[in-house]
């Protein structure tokens, strides 16, 4: 392993509060005349890239953004429920940038950049505003005012939401501004495209190449500057929260031509979704972490306890979030949540015939606040829960368990939110920056959002001011072999012509990723599936089956395209988790924690990130550190107790 | 359960489809509709036959990936109910279930079961957003908003734009798609600069994408599934007539 000195973030000098507002100052500036001539590609239309794609189409540059689903208003972004934060105080309870910035980098387990998550923090308040200027139908008090709840990990109620489908909600106001630019002429929309290759000329991105998924097409497009908001890796685990397309290909891509993948370990799995029923599972659905305000956790307190819910006396049940952390209660963060399901169902104590599962019970909260303000409040969860189990939640607790849901790692980008290829963004979920080791609740949408809308239009812009505009050709080199490289590996995967469907290797992956790389990581676990990991992606690339041609609609082959990149990927998450030998946030290391069973971070040696270079040939790949410099927070033991 | 599927197979937008039968057996009640489609497709796999091709993504009921003519109904009829969302403990054993693509001539079919539904992003394209550019937005309190009139914009906003309303319209008509947008930005302060051109342009474009007109049929009420009420067609009549008289 080979340890350079410290990445640089390239972080603005200055007061932590006023590096954003003297960096905007001193960025460069595009004439608005000349921003035409600019060519952008976004990849994904997300939250991140839908609002970067829009925003920068109204500044006026030349925009060309990709989605693989049949509409740009498909992207997963859509699926999240709770809620989005920002440090508005409009509750008056103690709520500011600083306090939001602070419950970030410390629910982050102090592994992200200061910088970033103050940013972040920074313009938080921004988004609603804007989102409320597009006609978000966000909820609202009886005075016409914003309402707010209180999420995980936080003391104050800051979370803005449209009942259960906040996701939804800014991801269709962001549809909406997309289709405004589409209308324009500024943005140009490629749905049922796949982004499958990044080309770099002279060691700057200069474009992608893609596959038309109707007609099989390999198309070359080349551009300025390439924007990738991709969202996260949570499949390679198979099972999760994503939606069954989300990959890691356009990543591993361009971490193959040199970016750097950043703290791959840390995944977040969240605590609240619905069980594993069988083996034909295909995905897990999460029931909002909001459900944590009114619906309280327990367990039997007897091992095995073979009674129904209603028959377990109050006193034979352990409501364990509340007795281990009083203050928090059952609002701890995810990752505390996750960890202590886990050993609840360890001891044996787990609930449903699988033994998976602990209570979340409505009962107190259906006496406290009536039925009806319940079924105000949960209706569309109880709804969607009753739909998948065929139970009601009303009458006998929810079953939950913890699943695989955001990944926290991904490509490393600087404060400009560029990696360290010259010209290639990466925003959102995709990139590694503002959550550290673990993300609190309702900040993805808010990351998603402070990315696209107010960070990237103006770093981008800096990064084309230096740029001659079209000093790129399609036809040059670089892109005929970057596009007969994805024809090869097209060619290849389809004349394998093997005996096991592709969705069993993915299956398989998901499994070793689960069981040795999961809530729980040992030195032991990792190394097991670090060897069994490239056995299994030796035996897809002589065994798989994918049925059908490259130049149709070929579901089956973009599934074998994934698999096949989420094979490379999942080896390098565990080789991140194996040399990180402490336990952080979801990266929870077994070796590593207190006597209480609590994560036990390492500052003096692991207060880093981890970015890690593509071997060149063959063997582990490459560390470079970024070391985190604290200047406002000290580092403190997470406590919620 | 043991089931007989009748599934339309297509190859591509230029072949003539048809209906094939496949017997499936081992089906579990706990697996969703879309699990017993993938478990269908794993088995036509390993006998070397082509899987068939249905949209699907985020199998929780709200990106409006997924589709399905199932039994003649779109996503099934259930009420409130994606297919995604749709498990097999809704069906008996022995039963013969027919699965179609979605059947709107401006919905074409791209294969199997896979429509092209773009008709309905040029429809949003045509006006279905309001006019703001990022940056300088006022406070989100500075205009204070009914709850009321939050609410219902929120109803109408609640539109996966899965096309199920078009599909089971008998004049394939789009009308509660585009009033649910409509209705939700008309209902709310911000969208009201632009709300008779809005509706105006909405309309036209729909009509020229060859979705059919609504004759109060109501299937669509029925078939959405979130629930979305004809009350926003109605509304978007209004708008309309009113954008007319006005001469917006």
């Given amino acids: 392993m080979d340890t350079n000195g410290s990445l640089n973030g390239n972080v603005p000098d200055g007061p932590l509060a006023e590096k954003w507002d003297n960096h905007r100052f001193n960025m460069k500036l595009v004439n608005p005349a000349n921003r035409r001539r600019y060519k952008v590609i976004v990849v994904g239309s997300g939250l991140a890239g839908g609002g970067a794609a829009a925003t920068l189409g109204e500044l006026g540059y030349n925009v060309d953004c990709f989605c693989y689903q049949d509409s740009p208003r498909r992207a997963h972004s859509i699926a999240a429920q709770g809620g989005i934060n920002a440090a508005k105080n409009y509750q008056n309870d103690g709520d500011s940038t600083y306090r939001l910035f602070y419950d970030t980098i410390k629910g982050g387990d102090f592994r992200s950049r200061e910088s970033n998550v103050y940013r972040l923090a920074q313009v938080s308040a921004n988004i609603i505003d804007q989102c409320v200027a597009m006609g978000v139908p966000f909820a609202r008090e009886y005075g016409g005012q914003l309402a707010n709840r209180s999420f995980g990990g936080a003391q104050v109620s800051r979370t803005f939401y449209a009942r259960g489908q906040t996701g939804q909600q800014l991801l269709l106001g962001v549809y909406a501004a997309l289709s405004r630019q589409v209308a324009a002429g500024t943005v140009k929309m490629h749905s049922r495209t796949e982004m499958l290759e990044i080309v770099l000329v002279d060691g700057q991105a200069k474009g992608v190449i893609t596959r038309n998924l109707v007609t099989g097409e390999i198309e070359t497009h080349a551009a300025d500057v390439v924007i990738m908001a991709t969202g996260g890796y949570g499949p390679v685990f198979y099972l999760s929260t994503n939606a069954m397309g989300n990959n890691v290909t356009a990543s591993i891509r361009a971490y193959m031509k040199g970016a750097y993948f950043a703290n791959p370990c840390y995944t977040q799995i969240h605590p609240t979704c619905i069980p594993v029923s069988g083996d034909h599972q295909s995905k897990l659905t999460l029931m909002s972490e909001s459900l944590r305000n009114d619906g309280r956790i327990w367990v039997p307190t007897k091992e095995g306890d073979p009674r129904g819910p209603a028959e377990i006396p109050e006193d034979e049940r352990d409501y364990y979030l509340e007795r281990m952390y009083p203050s928090f209660g059952n609002l701890a963060p995810r990752d505390i949540a996750s960890r202590a399901a886990k050993r609840a169902c360890d001891e044996g104590r787990g609930v449903g015939d699988t033994g998976l599962g602990v209570y979340l019970d409505f009962t107190d909260a259906i006496k406290r606040l009536s039925l009806p303000v319940v079924q105000q409040r949960y209706g569309n969860l109880f709804d969607m829960y009753e739909k998948i189990t065929g139970e009601n939640a009303y009458q006998v607790p929810m079953r939950i368990y913890p699943a695989i849901h955001y990944t926290m790692g991904g490509l490393w980008v600087d404060y400009n939110l560029m990696s360290n290829i010259p010209g290639l963004f990466v925003l959102g979920e995709s990139n590694f920056s503002d959550h550290g080791a673990n993300r609190l609740g309702a900040s993805a949408l808010m990351q998603g959002l402070a990315d696209g809308y107010f960070v990237a239009p103006y770093t981008v812009g800096n990064y084309l001011a230096n740029q001659t505009p079209g000093d790129y050709s399609a036809e040059s080199s670089e892109f005929t072999q970057a596009a007969q490289d994805v024809k090869d590996r097209i060619h290849r995967v389809l004349s394998i012509d093997g005996k096991r469907t592709v969705t069993s290797f993915h299956r398989e992956l998901g499994m070793i990723c689960w069981d040795y790389c999961g809530m729980a990581r040992t030195d032991q676990s990792l190394t097991k599936a670090l060897d069994l990991i490239p056995a299994l992606k030796e035996e897809f690339w002589e065994n798989v089956s994918v049925p059908g041609g490259g130049d149709e609609l070929n579901p089956e082959l973009e599934k074998a395209l994934r698999v096949a990149d989420f094979l490379e990927f999942a080896e390098l998450m565990c080789y991140d988790a194996l040399v990180r030998k402490e336990s952080c946030g979801g990266h929870f290391r077994e070796e590593y924690q207190t006597q209480e069973g609590e994560a036990l971070r390492d500052d003096e040696n692991f207060s880093h990130v981890s970015a890690w270079e593509a071997p060149r040939n063959g063997g582990r790949p490459v560390l470079h550190k970024e070391n985190l410099e604290f200047e406002e927070v000290e580092f403190s033991v997470r406590s919620y107790k | ?248």
Avoid at chain 2, 16 to 34: A, C, H, K, N, W
Avoid at chain 2, 90 to 115: H, Q
Avoid at chain 2, 222 to 239: G, L, T, V
């Fill in chain 2, 1 to 248: 359960m043991d089931l007989t599927l009748k599934v339309w197979r297509q190859k591509d937008a230029q072949s003539t489809g048809r209906i094939e039968t496949y017997q499936v057996s081992g089906i579990i009640p706990d697996m969703s509709f879309l699990e017993m489609l993938d478990v269908t497709n794993e088995r036509l796999i390993e006998e070397g036959k082509e899987p068939i091709a249905f949209d699907h993504d985020c199998r929780e009921g709200i990106c409006g990936m997924c589709s399905l003519v199932i039994n003649g109904k779109a996503h099934g009829g259930f009420s409130g109910t994606t297919t995604c969302q749709l498990h097999m403990r809704k069906f008996n054993d022995g039963d013969t279930i027919t699965v179609e693509p979605w059947r709107a001539s401006a919905f074409p079919v791209l294969r199997d079961l896979v429509v092209d539904r773009t008709s309905f992003d040029r429809i949003i394209q045509a006006g279905g957003f309001i006019s703001a550019n990022t940056g300088g937005a006022p406070d989100g309190n500075a205009v204070p908003i009914p709850k009321p009139d939050a609410d219902a914009a929120m109803d109408a906003a609640a539109c996966i734009g899965c096309g199920a309303c078009a599909a089971s319209c008998p004049n394939g008509s789009a009308m509660l798609f585009v009033a649910a947008k409509v209705s939700h930005l008309a209902h709310l302060p911000q969208g009201l600069p632009e709300r008779g051109q809005r509706v105006l342009d909405m309309v036209a474009k729909m009509d020229e994408e060859g979705f059919g007109n609504c004759t109060n049929h109501a299937e669509c009420e029925a078939m959405c599934p979130k629930d979305i009420s004809i009350s926003h067609i109605a509304k978007m009549n209004r708008e309309f007539i009113r954008a007319t008289v006005r001469g917006d």
